[in-house]
């Protein structure tokens, strides 16, 4: 049996505990399309996911059921005053059909991007082939740029045709997604790849890819830029 949620409540709940999309998919292995679809109220929340979502984020099962603002019963967590409560209801509120339609659609896509090293697709920094809707949270910003993605090797978070937004300003951390875009010398063309960042060194930027689980190592040398790819509840 499936029970329809308000797609914040487990946003909210997840962000009140302080654990990130990418760690949570992690963790309880529920795909992060699928976290996203219930986030986004795209799909209701069984009552077999909500366990395991519960366990993780050590919560009662009803908290994920419960109404936005509710206090949530987590050791860890102080208590909301009513006030804060109600700026909760208000942040979490879920956009109208007629509002995420009406999005206007500025975000540049620069074409597509690779997720192997197998092949590497050029990023398209001076061509735009279309626009994507921006989200209300990336409205000030006029430096996010979007891409498609090109092959299966983030699969199962990504698959090909799937679009992602990237922000070229804020620096990532360990477990978020990236696009490193690397060229082997000052003349040669650009290429850009979708991987998971580890860490960098003094020397190289460590990263890994899902399908099939590979870590690629690249001297900072050849580094052109790392830019952090956002979750979709900082977009909408």
């Given at each position: 049996m499936i029970n329809n949620v308000y797609p914040s409540r487990l946003r909210e709940i997840k962000e009140a505990v302080g654990i990130t999309s990418a760690e949570l998919s992690r963790q309880t292995n529920i795909d992060p399309a699928t976290l996203s679809k219930i986030e986004l109220g795209r799909r209701g929340l069984s009552r077999n996911f909500a366990r395991i979502l519960a366990d993780k984020l050590q919560v009662p099962v009803e908290m994920l059921y419960a109404?936005?603002?509710?206090?949530?019963?987590?050791?860890?967590?102080?208590?909301?005053?009513?006030?804060?409560?109600?700026?909760?209801?208000?942040?979490?509120?879920?956009?109208?059909?007629?509002?995420?339609?009406?999005?206007?659609?500025?975000?540049?896509?620069?074409?597509?991007?690779?997720?192997?090293?197998?092949?590497?697709?050029?990023?398209?920094?001076?061509?735009?082939?279309?626009?994507?809707?921006?989200?209300?949270?990336?409205?000030?910003?006029?430096?996010?740029?979007?891409?498609y993605v090109e092959e299966e090797n983030m699969e199962p978070w990504k698959r090909p045709g799937q679009l992602?937004?990237?922000?070229?300003?804020?620096?990532?951390?360990?477990?978020?997604?990236?696009?490193?875009?690397?060229?082997?010398?000052?003349?040669?063309?650009?290429?850009?790849?979708?991987?998971?960042?580890?860490?960098?060194?003094?020397?190289?930027?460590i990263v890994k890819q899902y399908n099939p689980l590979h870590t690629h190592q690249w001297s900072l040398d050849y580094l052109v830029s790392c830019h952090r790819i956002l979750e979709p509840e900082e977009i909408f």
């Open positions: 109404e936005i603002g509710s206090p949530i019963l987590n050791a860890n967590l102080p208590m909301r005053t009513s006030h804060q409560k109600r700026e909760a209801e208000q942040a979490y509120e879920k956009p109208t059909i007629e509002q995420q339609i009406s999005l206007p659609a500025t975000v540049p896509i620069y074409g597509s991007v690779s997720c192997g090293t197998e092949r590497g697709s050029f990023l398209l920094t001076d061509t735009v082939i279309e626009y994507a809707p921006k989200g209300p949270k990336i409205q000030h910003r006029s430096d996010i740029y979007a891409l992602i937004y990237v922000d070229p300003l804020r620096p990532p951390r360990r477990g978020d997604r990236v696009i490193i875009t690397t060229s082997m010398s000052r003349d040669a063309s650009q290429e850009a790849f979708l991987m998971e960042y580890i860490k960098r060194t003094d020397y190289e930027i």
